[in-house]
């Protein structure tokens, strides 16, 4: 496959709420769109690093300028092998996990829809099969729903439990609710006595000193997984409170995000035993095939792992989706469509039936954008080659 042109998008998208984490508030969602043009035909990619450099280490109009003024030039005229997604030479992108994300789905989806193969399907045929007694799921056993989950932002605690009962009876049953020192028991106990039956997760964004005793407050509670209760680099801390919880025979999750970008984070924190649960986001572990391995590490490693949301366009979304459609995603992820945040947006979107939302089963990763969307909301826009 060799590649002519490249199209790199700044858009920003109108939020139907602001998002407001610990790390901080988003009001709208700028992001970059690639479309790549190749022999074999077109295909699109997102890189869905937030406005501010705060959650990661890249921001969406730094990943914008990588994209257009230096590896978009890097990429014209390079023949893609058909085997590896990446073309020689991507490593370099090895410090820019976000970039080398969007440059990997937009590869991934002109191959696979060049092919008529819809990421899932794609994705189901390379789980790693060498763990002892598991076998390749065949097709037909890619499920055509997988169970929804939502993210809820910080706000006070009598709107967050508003919000989180207007979405349970949306149907969600597993919420995320972020967190944060002196916004947590309370809120927990809250929820829990206002929505029995769901499955809380709650999200600190690294916002808790080591040793925290409110964390294990939240357990006792009733919260059933605790996602990157520390900054990403105590990973003692987190190793700790779980020993901890462990001694007191306490069933809970400790979600590592932030704290993993790279495939040996994953490995360390494993080995510290700082995680029982790892969040999976495509693009900030540097793409769809990186997700794919993690998953794979934790699938043998016998801990949880989460398919995690960046606010993503319809496109993200479809193929978190369709990742999270593995078999080692065995918690409920920040599966929600697009639209739960975004007021418009240029890609079909998800559906949400019973709690339930749809695996994609379109060749490649989404189809293509709403030419007059993505217009009206792009910024700026960078045209190579071609
Ligand atoms: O910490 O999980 C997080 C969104 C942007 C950046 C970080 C996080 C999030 C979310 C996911 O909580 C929300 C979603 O996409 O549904
Ligand atoms: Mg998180």
């Known amino acids: 496959m060799e590649l002519t042109a490249i199209d790199v998008y700044l858009v920003d998208l109108p939020l139907t709420e602001p998002f407001v984490a610990s790390h901080g508030t988003t009001t709208s969602r700028t992001l970059s769109l690639l479309r ?44 893609v092998p058909t085997e590896d997604v990446g073309p020689p030479g991507f490593d370099a992108l090895q410090e820019l996990p976000m970039a080398r994300s969007c440059v990997e789905m937009a590869l991934l989806d002109a191959r696979l829809t060049a092919a008529g193969t819809p990421l899932a399907a794609w994705l189901s045929n390379r789980v790693d099969t060498s763990r002892p007694g598991t076998s390749e799921p065949p097709l037909e056993v890619i499920p055509t729903t997988i169970p929804a989950g939502v993210s809820v932002g ?96 306490r069933s809970v999750t400790v979600v590592a995000d932030e704290a993993v970008t790279r495939h040996d984070d994953a490995v360390r924190l494993l080995s510290a035993r700082a995680m029982t649960g790892l969040s999976i986001k495509p693009g900030r572990v540097g793409g769809i095939l990186p997700a794919l391995a ?85 910024v700026e826009h960078t045209s190579l080659g071609g």
């Open 294 to 378: 993690l998953h794979d590490l934790c699938r043998s490693a016998g801990i949880a792992a989460t398919a995690g949301g960046m606010l993503e366009t319809g496109l993200g979304r479809h193929a978190l989706v369709a990742l999270a459609a593995l078999p080692g995603f065995t918690l409920t992820g920040d599966l929600s469509p697009a639209g739960r945040w975004l007021a418009a947006d240029p890609w079909p979107d998800l559906s949400l039936t019973d709690g339930h939302i749809m695996v994609p089963t379109q060749p490649g990763v989404c189809g293509d954008p709403d030419p007059e969307l993505l217009a009206a909301h792009t």
């Open 154 to 249: 910080l706000a006070s605690i009598a709107e967050t439990v508003e919000t989180c009962a207007a979405l349970a009876a949306e149907g969600y049953r597993r919420l995320k609710v972020k967190i944060q020192p002196g916004h947590d028991v309370r809120l927990v106990e809250q929820l829990i006595a206002r929505l029995p039956d769901i499955e809380l997760h709650v999200d600190a964004n690294g916002a808790y000193p080591p040793g925290s005793e409110p964390l294990l407050d939240l357990v006792s509670a009733g919260a059933a997984v605790i996602e990157q209760p520390f900054a990403a680099s105590e990973a003692s801390a987190a190793a700790e409170l779980i020993a901890r919880l462990e001694a007191e025979g």
């Open 36 to 79: 790549v043009t190749t022999d074999a035909g077109i295909g699109w990619g997102e890189c869905s690093a937030l406005p501010a450099a705060t959650y990661t280490a890249e921001s969406a109009v730094g990943s914008y300028r990588a994209l257009a003024d230096r590896i978009g030039p890097a990429l014209i005229g390079l023949q």
